[in-house]
């Protein structure tokens, strides 16, 4: 069953404005939406950090690693220059910070664990921890439509997650659908399939349905496709195209 919204700014502000930064989600809210999708890494000191790139040199300019930086170190780095010099000296933000702000605006997250290499299980449980942390209240409560989705490619890093904070819903992340992809769901008790919405089919939508899962999909940018995969049962999507496809889209 999907109880959260049904469409999603892609990291934040889509196409118009630099993706996971703060400027990306205030963006994002311009345009209505109050659900969104992003990224989230470890830096080298242990602390999350919302970014895509395990490394620097495309949104971020410099060399090296995320986890070669300290998070102080990597929040003082320019996020906005890349996109456009009105964005010049957006930061890295601490995910933290983005959650909180998040949580006091009433933007619900899905946030993608996106470790890099040798890093899934303490990125899966550093992450879960810290969003159990922050939605402690709405949790005691049984408001689940309120907390965060955590999603991931990585099988290792949900299994992290899972045992970190088993309370914090679960959603398996995959380009396509492989054979097992409900053994694998199972395994991580999770409550929903989110993958590339040019690979699905609408017989593998039909399956995840029947199954009892929710379906959703990124990152969806053609208002037809968007109808069509609706049609098909996907639950939820999310887009680069905040400007064609808004959060009432149907």
Avoid at 68 to 86: C, I, K, P, Q, V
Wanted: overall charge negative; charged content about 20%.
């Amino acid at each position: 069953m999907w109880r959260y919204p049904r469409i999603l700014a892609h990291r934040g502000g889509g196409t118009l404005a630099p993706e996971n930064t703060m400027a990306g989600l205030r963006c994002g809210m311009a345009h209505g939406f109050r659900a969104v999708e992003f990224d989230v890494m470890l830096a080298r000191d242990g602390v999350p950090v919302v970014m895509h790139d395990p490394f620097l040199g495309r949104t971020v300019p410099g060399s090296g690693n995320v986890f070669d930086y300290d998070a102080r170190e990597l929040a003082r780095m320019d996020a906005g220059s890349w996109f456009g010099t009105g964005h010049a000296g957006e930061p890295v933000p601490l995910f933290a910070d983005f959650a909180r702000f998040c949580q006091a605006n009433g933007v619900w997250m899905n946030i993608e664990i996106k470790p890099a290499p040798g890093y899934d299980l303490q990125t899966g449980a550093t992450v879960a921890r810290m969003a159990a942390q922050l939605f402690a209240t709405e949790l005691a409560a049984g408001e689940l439509s309120r907390v965060p989705l955590l999603s991931s490619f990585s099988h290792a890093a949900l299994e992290a997650a899972r045992e970190a904070a088993p309370q914090l819903p679960r959603a398996c992340l995959m380009s396509d659908l492989p054979p097992d992809w409900q053994h694998r769901a199972e395994s991580l008790e999770a409550v929903a399939i989110h993958l590339r919405h040019r690979h699905l089919t609408s017989g593998q939508a039909r399956r995840v349905k029947e199954a009892g899962y929710g379906l959703f999909c990124y990152t969806v940018n053609d208002p037809q496709r968007a109808r069509e995969l609706l049609v098909w049962g996907v639950d939820a999507f999310c887009t680069d195209r905040i400007d064609l496809i808004g959060p009432s889209f149907a």
